[in-house]
């Protein structure tokens, strides 16, 4: 029998399908931002059902609400094209992109700048081994699979298959009771570090394509003058945001206005953003600079008002937003571009190289008795970073064509997809399996 949880769920999202032809209708009656409206609601429905879907079979949310993308943005194949003006909206694409910009701020603001330094060697050579390695395997890969195509595609999907979700592993160690091992120090201590080389590759790569696009040579020099300029706007931020930033939030905390701690919060967040923009890198760069910065010392003048957290108060906007991005990337993969000729062969070329290439990682763990096996898997998913990385390359252009086309857009979701859930399974095998093995 269908509980009336189950029922109502269920009421909910055929209304909000029943609703949706209004957008393929545009904006032609009443207020332009109607359409806007209307397919926010039918994403944050869709997004709660797919998440809720994939807990229910002990998958990480952000998997259902990815899937549910694909779904909306391919029912097309059934005739149907009423979501197609959602994944075309331009407003709604705007959304999406300020919500990766809030995901990496509060990746940024679960660390600091302290636990970066104090991570270790060990996690500092997995997290170096987990990010050249795979690099240099989708390099390999691509240029093998796909010889007709410039040589930016395949740096560009190198440096996806640099990325590492540890928001996945570190829930699957949670509820295994395991956070507490040196194998998940490690796991957890690289994954900060591997953000940061991620996002630095990430930044020469995309430097690299915008200066073929501008018709500059692909050299060395243009190489170095990027890899600097990022690697200085980290460190700068890093050094002046240390000392500005307290000087900053105890003035603002003599305003009298309500939630001054978040507006200087996102303040902070948007301008760094910005600025790494302006000088050429992605904004995201400076959205996790200015989440690394801000630590709670930062507010302590805050707790007089018995304020929350900044991390706390940033939760109910990113709970809105980030879940439209992931749809959205759902919606704007083309499952019938599948078919066309590689597009398979990639994807699973790029699965084997993704989870090979983290595997491998787990060698740098230094010290007896690691479980390094466990440590590679825990290095595995690509889950949200990854998205973001595809979804910044779908957009970068050389001489009028995406480095990224929808094909290869698609084989890199699939990577992303099956590197997501396949760790959940395996790492709890991998970690009972050293229990189980002891006399």
């Given amino acids: 029998m269908v509980s009336s949880k189950l029922l109502t769920r269920l009421l909910a999202l055929t209304f909000a399908i029943a609703t949706v032809p209004a957008l393929a209708e545009g904006s032609g009656h009443g207020d332009p931002a109607a359409p806007v409206v209307l397919a926010l609601a039918v994403i944050l429905v869709a997004a709660k059902f797919g998440g809720d879907l994939a807990t229910r079979i002990k998958q990480p949310a952000v998997l259902g609400e990815l899937l549910m993308g694909v779904v909306l943005g ?3 194949l059934l005739g149907l094209t009423i979501f197609e003006p959602i994944a075309a909206n331009t407003f709604i694409d705007m959304f999406s992109r300020v919500g990766v910009i809030i ?27 987990g990010v050249v390695t795979p690099f240099a395997l989708g390099y390999g890969v691509t240029r093998l699979l796909l010889p ?31 956070s507490q091992t040196p194998e998940a120090r490690i796991v957890l201590g690289a994954a900060v570090i591997d953000d940061v080389l991620g996002l630095v590759i990430l930044a020469v790569v995309t430097g690299i394509i915008a200066a073929a696009d501008r018709g500059a040579e692909l050299a060395v020099s243009e ?3 990027t890899l600097l300029k990022a690697v200085g ?8 945001g240390v000392w500005l930033s307290p000087r900053l939030f105890h003035l603002a905390s003599r305003l009298r206005a309500r939630m001054v701690l978040l507006a200087f ?21 400076g959205a996790f600079a200015a989440g690394l910065i801000l630590e709670d010392v930062h507010f302590k003048d805050f707790k007089e008002k018995d304020d929350h957290t900044l991390e706390e108060l940033v939760h109910p ?4 937003l980030v879940p439209v991005f992931f749809v959205l990337m759902g919606m704007r993969t083309d499952l019938k571009s599948f078919l066309a000729p590689g597009v398979l062969s990639l994807a699973a070329a790029l699965i084997v190289v993704a989870i090979a290439g983290k595997l491998v990682a787990g060698v740098g763990a230094l010290g007896k008795g690691l479980d390094r096996l466990s440590i590679g898997v825990g290095m595995v998913p690509r889950g949200e970073v990854g ?29 992303v997809i099956v590197t997501t859930m396949v760790t959940p399974p395996v790492l709890k095998w991998s970690l009972n399996r050293k229990l189980t093995s002891r006399p």
């Fill in 148 to 178: 007709d195509h410039s040589t930016y595609v395949a740096l560009f999907i190198g440096a996806t298959l640099t990325a590492t979700s540890v928001g996945i592993t570190a829930r699957v160690l949670k509820d295994l009771e395991k």
């Fill in 74 to 76: 391919n029912v097309s």
């Fill in 223 to 225: 190489v170095a003058i």
């Fill in 387 to 415: 998205l973001i990385f595809a979804s910044i390359g779908s957009q970068l252009m050389v001489k009028g064509e995406r480095v990224v086309d929808p094909q290869i857009f698609s084989a890199v979701v699939v990577m």
């Fill in 233 to 240: 706007f980290l460190v700068g931020s890093l050094v002046l």
């Fill in 265 to 285: 919060g996102l303040g902070f967040c948007f301008g760094l953003a910005w600025l790494a923009d302006f000088i050429g890198l992605a904004p995201i760069v």
């Fill in 317 to 320: 906007i990113s709970y809105f």
């Fill in 103 to 129: 995901l990496l701020f509060e990746v940024g603001l679960e660390s600091t700048v302290d636990q970066m330094l104090k991570v270790g060697v060990s996690a500092l050579l997995v997290a170096c081994v």
